[in-house]
T-cell receptor, first 117, second 109 residues
Framework: DVKVTQSSRYLVKRTGEKVFLECVQDMDHENMFWYRQDPGLGLRLIYFSYDVKMKEKGDIPEGYSVSREKKERFSLILESASTNQTSMYLC????????????????FGEGSRLTVL | AQRVTQPEKLLSVFKGAPVELKCNYSYSGSPELFWYVQYSRQRLQLLLRHISRESIKGFTADLNKGETSFHLKKPFAQEEDSAMYYCALAGGGADGLTFGKGTHLIIQP
């Protein structure tokens, strides 16, 4: 089974703190994604990466950055956390049959619930 | 721009009754459509995809390109079907899926 592991299930941070959310997948997937999940808003794509050191903005990248130094690891960084970034963050990975082609099925981690006070 | 619409935030039906969760999409090309499900305290997981044309846990979904819909159906609801359901669309690139806002399905005993 594909396993996507998010390092922290629950975090509480203060406004202005720097926050790191780590995600590791063990199936050699090329694509990795960060979404945030909010009630009534569904899942919104923050950033994605289709290769090591490559990153692309999703629909809501403001206030976030990412890092992908190794194929299996994709980190989400909040440089200066704000209360409106309180959310559930979901990491996902996928492996398209053709590089750069349709994403196909996503495999999700269990999520990291971040509260910013 | 691609978009997925799930008109119902909450759907409550009785056990044994038919279920239909609605999904409409907007996309100029040939999309690939999915239904994902998230049971309480579990991770989001794939339920089914339109290209498979299979039934999973009694659920089916047919892509209707004329109506740009991909509704999820089950003839007889079971209590274990209670969950959050998301419809999702994949375009032609590697940029992930576009998700709808989700429908919370509650099956009453």
């Amino acid at each position: 089974d594909v396993k996507v592991t998010q390092s922290s299930r629950y975090l509480v941070k203060r406004t202005g703190e720097k926050v790191f959310l780590e995600c590791v997948q063990d199936m050699d997937h090329e694509n990795m994604f960060w979404y945030r999940q909010d009630p009534g808003l569904g899942l919104r794509l923050i950033y994605f990466s289709y290769d090591v050191k490559m990153k692309e903005k999703g629909d809501i990248p403001e206030g976030y950055s990412v890092s992908r130094e190794k194929k299996e690891r994709f980190s989400l960084i909040l440089e200066s956390a704000s209360t409106n970034q309180t959310s559930m963050y979901l990491c996902a990975s996928s492996s398209p049959q053709i590089a750069g082609a349709n994403t196909g099925e996503l495999f999700f981690g269990e999520g990291s619930r971040l509260t910013v006070l | 721009a691609q978009r997925v619409t799930q008109p119902e935030k909450l759907l409550s039906v009785f056990k044994g009754a038919p279920v239909e969760l609605k999904c409409n999409y907007s996309y100029s090309g040939s999309p690939e459509l999915f239904w994902y499900v998230q049971y309480s305290r579990q991770r989001l997981q794939l339920l089914l995809r339109h290209i498979s044309r299979e039934s999973i846990k009694g659920f089916t979904a047919d892509l209707n390109k004329g109506e740009t819909s991909f509704h999820l159906k089950k003839p007889f609801a079971q209590e274990e079907d209670s969950a959050m359901y998301y419809c999702a669309l994949a375009g032609g690139g590697a940029d992930g899926l576009t998700f709808g806002k989700g429908t919370h399905l509650i099956i009453q005993p």
